[in-house]
């Protein structure tokens, strides 16, 4: 594990002497986090750790002391239960010139599994599947279970979750591993059925069917579709939002419920509703739930770029 988060502050964050590390943590991962702070120490003394109240839904904002400390800071490392990526106080802190790296959730054993990776091997198939996003207008999916869903992503740029961030603004979370994309808000039409997890909800034994018009979940049927519809309603309508389109690229990485490594687990891909603010949508909405989908079939307009969840790129 020590080794494993060298790996985070030396070759995905290149942490120096001279920066100031800010760690971000709350009562449950706490342990998680002294033992970056104890690997961090070996590289600089600027350092501070704070622990913040855990939130009920990921993507809820931390507190306004909290966002204020977030722009002090050259690199910060978000270890929190709840996900604090799709924060205005992330995105700001960014702005300002923060390298952060959020790691929602993060257990001992996807630290041993899934951070010692080949970053360049990973950074190759990224880059493919972004390109081919970033020259795209529309994209549609379907599998074996009845997913069925097209939206429009022209104009938006396709971000590679490939876990170096050396570069002054950048953000990821770790595990790396994925591409991802916000759709056009409004072109989302058709049902997307999750079969691996879904944010909030956790690992699913059967599929929850949600129904989308015009770029918004209408309607959730599954054993566990009420638990997913009373998160959202917590946040208003725009929780309904389709807000991501992403593809996960991570070799080592698994199927567990915890939606920080299933997003990433290669041959599968997943659809997120709520807040897309922080990667070029419009919606900005304190939520943002992503649902996992198994061997899917993908076409981005008419070139088909993955088949059951084996890339053909």
């Known amino acids: 594990m020590l080794k494993s988060a060298e790996i985070v502050l030396k070759k995905c964050l290149d942490l120096k002497k001279s920066e100031r590390l800010l760690i971000i943590t709350d009562s449950k991962l706490y342990t998680i986090a002294k033992l970056f702070l104890k690997e961090a120490k070996r590289i600089t003394d600027n350092i501070k750790l704070i622990k913040i109240p855990i939130p009920k839904v990921h993507g809820a904002e931390p507190g306004k002391n909290t966002a204020k400390e977030m722009l002090k800071y050259d690199v910060e490392l978000l270890i929190t239960t709840k996900s604090l990526s799709h924060t205005k106080a992330r995105k700001n802190a960014c702005d300002n010139g923060a390298r952060i790296v959020t790691m929602p959730g993060i257990t001992k054993n996807i630290i041993r599994r899934a951070l010692d990776i080949d970053y360049g091997k990973l950074k190759k198939i990224n880059n493919k599947i972004a390109n081919i996003i970033d020259k795209g207008k529309n ?22 979750d490939g876990g170096i961030y050396n570069k002054k603004g950048s953000f990821g979370n770790l595990p790396a591993g994925e591409v991802f994309i916000a759709p056009l808000e409004g072109t989302a039409n058709g049902v997307f059925i999750v079969d691996a997890s879904f944010g909030g909800v956790g690992k699913l034994k059967t599929p929850i069917e949600v129904y989308v018009k015009n770029g918004y979940a209408f309607q959730f049927n599954g054993e566990k579709a009420k638990k ?18 992403g593809i996960g690229t991570n070799e080592n990485a698994k199927i567990t419920g915890n939606i920080l490594e299933d997003e990433k687990v290669k041959g ?19 939520l943002h739930l992503d649902g996992i989908i198994k061997g899917p079939i993908i076409w981005v307009d008419k070139k088909k770029i993955m088949d059951k969840g084996i890339l053909t790129i």
């Open 139 to 160: 994209v549609r999916i379907k599998t074996k279970l009845g997913t069925d869903i097209c939206f429009g992503i022209k104009g938006r740029k396709a971000y590679s």
């Open 228 to 245: 997913l519809e009373n998160l959202l309603g917590c946040a208003g309508k725009e929780a309904g939002n389709i807000a991501e389109f």
């Open 268 to 286: 599968t891909c997943h659809i997120a509703l709520g807040n897309n603010a922080g990667f070029g949508g419009r919606v900005n909405v304190e």
